[in-house]
């Protein structure tokens, strides 16, 4: 029980009803204001991130016009290999044409073809013909293999190109969706986190008008405003330890936590009861949803949206105080 609980208990019974609604009227001041360092650390994790997908698809988009001069390159290659399988084909066709006839004819053919001059010029001619065939496969072998090389260093360009191609479209592919799932996770994170404030405001804005029809005449005095704005309870220092920024589950309230929850574990502090810290000039309102820490010397675990709003790491000693229960 809080030092705030302990002086009611020392109050007089017939103060006891209004120092309760002045209790409510208090929490509800507490409670309703949103910690504005969570929302905007919340807030920039999503424009953050939403900038990242604004990038990738940026790199997405620039990588496809580069595919688009890729792709004249690779029509380029393709029509160089087209052009070299038909010159390589056509070589083939002539060289086969040759040797079927060479076949044929056999050695002995060409002798009988010398043989069979009829005079000088005629076997001159002849020997002349025979010499532009050898010239002509010679050339036809040559063209050949020049053929066969450019088609094997186009077909491996073209291998290249597309392989490089394909290889950064569906990197940036893999960015855009690693960018869109960081998005979607971060925008959950914030609305779960601006419809809880919502819902404390409301509960708190219920509670004022419910304290509103209580008889005004049995309230006590004001309390200060550095007093309303502080809460009910008085400071004291703890030692606390923390979740992973990045848990998920369930507290022993039932209450689901994730990496962004404002929720502590106590050993025995009731479920649902919030509790303001203070470490290195940050502070942070919380709600107990867990139990724990069970480590000796260890008072309070601090969940991952309240290390995030205190930028908390480590076992620390930090201020609390019990704004209601």
Not at 70 to 92: F, G, K, R, S, Y
Not at 184 to 210: G, K, M
Not at 245 to 258: K, M, P
Request: hydrophobic letters at 45%; proline letters at 4%.
């Amino acid at each position: 029980m809080s030092m705030a609980g302990g002086r009611l208990f020392d109050m007089s019974l017939r103060q006891t009803p209004a120092l309760l609604v002045a209790m409510a009227i208090a929490a509800g001041i507490v409670s309703a204001p949103s910690p504005a360092c969570a929302v905007s650390s919340l807030a920039a994790e999503t424009a953050a991130d939403r900038a990242a997908v604004t990038r990738a698809l940026e790199r997405y988009e620039s990588i496809r016009a580069q595919a688009s001069a890729i792709d004249a390159q690779v029509a380029d290659a393709v029509t160089t290999l087209d052009a070299a399988m038909a010159e390589e084909a056509l070589c083939l066709a002539r060289l086969q044409s040759r040797v079927v006839t060479m076949y044929r004819t056999g050695d002995t053919g060409l002798i009988v073809l010398l043989l069979g001059s009829s005079s000088i010029q005629d076997l001159a001619g002849r020997l002349d013909w025979l010499e532009r065939i050898a010239r002509q496969d010679a050339r036809d072998l040559d063209v050949l293999k020049a053929a066969r090389a450019q088609a094997r260093e186009s077909a491996d360009s073209l291998l290249r190109l597309q392989e490089d191609q394909t290889r950064a479209i569906e990197a940036a592919a893999v960015e855009i969706e690693r960018a869109r799932r960081d998005l979607e996770s971060s925008e959950a994170a914030l609305r779960e986190y601006e419809a809880r404030l919502a819902a404390a405001a409301a509960r708190a804005a219920a509670a004022r008008a419910a304290a509103a029809q209580t008889t005004r005449a049995a309230l006590p005095a004001p309390s200060p405003p550095d007093q309303e704005q502080a809460g009910t309870g008085e400071w004291q220092t703890a030692v606390a330890s923390h979740y992973s920024r990045n848990f998920s589950g369930r507290g022993a309230s039932g209450e689901r936590i994730g990496p962004y929850s404002m929720m502590v574990a106590h050993k025995t502090i009731p479920f649902g009861t919030l509790v303001e810290f203070e470490y290195k000039g940050k502070r942070a309102v919380a709600s107990v949803e867990d139990r724990g820490p069970f480590t000796p010397g260890r008072d309070f675990d601090l969940g991952p949206g309240v290390v995030r709003v205190l930028d908390f790491s480590g076992v620390h000693e930090v201020r609390y105080r019990i704004i209601t229960r």
